[in-house]
C-alpha cells in the first residue's frame, strides 16, 4: 500500500527518530514503571541512546516527556543543550492554568522546545481534553508555532474529532497510534475512530509503541502489519512519522527490532516515501 508523493525532503535527507525518553530513574516518582518493567528501572541518559541512534542510522531525534512538571522540561534542556543530536524537546505544561500563555511565552525563547504533551491516558476524566480549560490552554499553542502531543489509550479516541476540530490551525500528532489492543487483535473499533480523526488535515500520527501494545515476549512482524495498514491509508505518507519509544520499547523488543518492524514494512515504499516517513515529517511538524 503506497501512496505516492512528490514532495521533496528539504532537509539534506537527515534521519529523525521523532519519540524517545530519558530520564534518571526515581522509584517514587516514575510509579508507572511497574516491576514487570524491570528493564527500564534504571537511567537511561543522552550518551546511551547516541550510540543507539548512530548504530541504527540515525542523525537526530526529538526527545519526549515522561513526567509531568516543569522541572524535567529544564533536564531535558540541559540535555539537548549539551547534546546537538537531540534536535527538539515535547515538554509538559500545565495547559489549565490561567497564566499558560505566559509560561508558554517564556518556553518560546528556548529555540529546542517544540511543542507539549500531557498524559491524557492517565487521567480519570477520559474526557479532559475537552474540560474548557483544557481547551484554553491548547488554543494558546498556535500563537507561539507550539505542537502537540495527543497521548491516549484507543478508548478516548471518540473524543479527538471534536477536540482538534476546535483548533484547525494548532498541529496535532497521535503518539503511538493510539494504542490500540495489538496484542488481543482488536481492530474494528480503532480503525473507525483514526480514521474520522484523519480526515482534519492538522493532525499527524506517530508510528511508535506498538510493541507495547502487543504480547511483549509473542509478537511477530505480521501483528503489526494490520494496523500499520490502516495508519497509512488514512494519514497518507506526509503525515506519519517514526518513533522508537525508547527506552519504553525495550520491556517488548530492542531499537533495532523496533526500527526493523517499520523498515521491512516500508522496504516497498519509494525512497522519498520512506525519507518522509524516517525524518522529513518530523522536521517539518516539527520545525527542526
Known amino acids: ?7 521533496p525532503l528539504g532537509d539534506g535527507g537527515l534521519r529523525i527518530d521523532a519519540h524517545h525518553h530519558l530520564w534518571k530513574f526515581d522509584p517514587v516518582r516514575d510509579t508507572w514503571i511497574t516491576d514487570e518493567m524491570a528493564a527500564i528501572q534504571r537511567d537511561f541518559l543522552p550518551e546511551d541512546f547516541k550510540l543507539v541512534l548512530q548504530e541504527n542510522g540515525f ?14 522540561n529544564e533536564l531535558l534542556l540541559n540535555y539537548a543543550n549539551a547534546h546537538d543530536f537531540i534536535k527538539g524537546i515535547v515538554g509538559w ?7 499558560v500563555e505566559d509560561r508558554l511565552g517564556d518556553y518560546a525563547h528556548s529555540k529546542k522546545i517544540k511543542g507539549f504533551r500531557h498524559v491524557l491516558q492517565g487521567e480519570a476524566d477520559r474526557g479532559l481534553m475537552l474540560r474548557s480549560a483544557f481547551m484554553n490552554g491548547i488554543s494558546t499553542l498556535a500563537k507561539f508555532g507550539f505542537t502537540y502531543d495527543i497521548l491516549i489509550f484507543s478508548d478516548q479516541l471518540h473524543y479527538i474529532p471534536e477536540f482538534v476540530a476546535g483548533f484547525p490551525s494548532q498541529k496535532f500528532v497521535i503518539d503511538h497510534i493510539a494504542k490500540p489492543d495489538i496484542k488481543n ?21 506517530k508510528i511508535s509503541g506498538m510493541v507495547t501494545e502487543a504480547d511483549w515476549k509473542n509478537w511477530t512482524q505480521q501483528d503489526f502489519v494490520p494496523y500499520l495498514d490502516v495508519i497509512v491509508e488514512a494519514f497518507g505518507t506526509k503525515r506519519i512519522m517514526y518513533g522508537s519509544d525508547w527506552p519504553v520499547c525495550l520491556v517488548a523488543a530492542s531499537y533495532e527490532s523496533v526500527h526493523g518492524i517499520v523498515q521491512q514494512y516500508f522496504s516497498s515504499f519509494s525512497e522519498n516515501e520512506q525519507g518522509l516517513f524516517f525524518g522529513g515529517n518530523a522536521i517539518q511538524f516539527y520545525n527542526l
Open 1 to 7: 500500500m503506497s501512496a505516492l508523493t512528490n514532495a
Open 59 to 72: 542523525d537526530g531525534s526529538v526527545v519526549v516527556q515522561t513526567d509531568q512538571s516543569e522541572s524535567e
Open 93 to 99: 505544561t500545565d495547559l489549565q492554568d490561567n497564566n
Open 185 to 205: 487483535k482488536k481492530i474494528d473499533q480503532w480503525q473507525k475512530e483514526i480514521k474520522e480523526i484523519a480526515k482534519h488535515q492538522n493532525v499527524s500520527c
